[in-house]
């Protein structure tokens, strides 16, 4: 197995509303491949690194279809399973001026991930391991994904988070709290939103007092911010026409990690200033590309990226890595 960053999380169907009106009254919906962990391995393979995806999905036809995509982009799925007892994850998607709001459902393949569906063969040369908010939402998936990310820091491999909070999907706002400041704890790199960053701090979690090495907090049209160790830079936005958020995050998240990797920094991570503020252009551009597109996997490729001269030496170097792999 070759090594290559690794996700664990969810997988679904995203239908989006072809209407930008309330839920109740759509008549039309899109169909889309979903979920922010798959939507940042895709991401992550659309810029030229290997990625692979720990999920689970029903013995369906919406299940069949998620396969089916996540091949075409090649992203290595042999650490997803097929659930015997719940279908495939499905998210129905409003869009209100390219702004998404989510109704997700309980009862899915993805919230009965269990520590038996994973092969933990194919995770010991993984260089990361990627898990994100959603799963911490529920059992049996909580539990799994923790069992998951502490094996990971037990064997040095270093693991990434991305907050992504769904209020609506958590009961008990203490048990967020609490799952939250467990996974910063377990992070050396962290993305959230400025409203999630906002959200914990009134609840006593505070994401920067948690030992993370990198920490990117997103501001959609105010671009972003990027903490590391004592350096904290402030990236500002690239301007685009917004034509759909969804997976905006996500493939801020991608680009993040496809920078450390293009500087062989993931194992290890000692950035300078400049080097700061690379990472943060080649995000903010990489995620303000996505947000002219529709749908979740709208993560440029590395040839689209070629005519933007102030991120040209990760291009570069992403190319390189990739012609080696």
Known sequence: MATMIFAIGEVLVDFIAVEETDLKYVKNFEKHAGGAPANMVVGLRRLGVPAGLISK?????LGDFLLEE????????????????????????????GRPEFLLYDWVAYFNLKI??????ILGDAELIHFGGVLLSRELSRSTTLTV??????????VSFDANIRPHLWRDLGELSKSMKKA?????VVKLGADEFDLLRKRGVDPTQNGADLISITRGDAGSIIIHKDLQVDIPPFKVDVVDTTGAGDSFMAAVLASLYSMSKLGDIKLAEDELRLLGKFSNLVAAISTTRRGAWSTPSLNEL??????????????EKRGRA
């Open 57 to 61: 999905v029903g013995k369906d036809a």
């Open 70 to 97: 996540l091949m075409k982009e090649g992203v290595n799925i042999s650490g997803l399973k097929r659930d015997e007892e719940y279908p495939t994850g499905v998210a129905f998607v409003q869009l209100k001026g």
């Open 116 to 121: 038996d569906d994973i092969d933990f063969q």
């Open 149 to 158: 990310v502490e094996w990971a820091r037990e064997r040095r491999i270093p």
């Open 184 to 188: 910063f704890e377990l992070s050396n």
């Open 306 to 319: 070629e005519k933007y001269h102030e991120i040209k030496t990760i291009v570069k170097k992403l190319y």
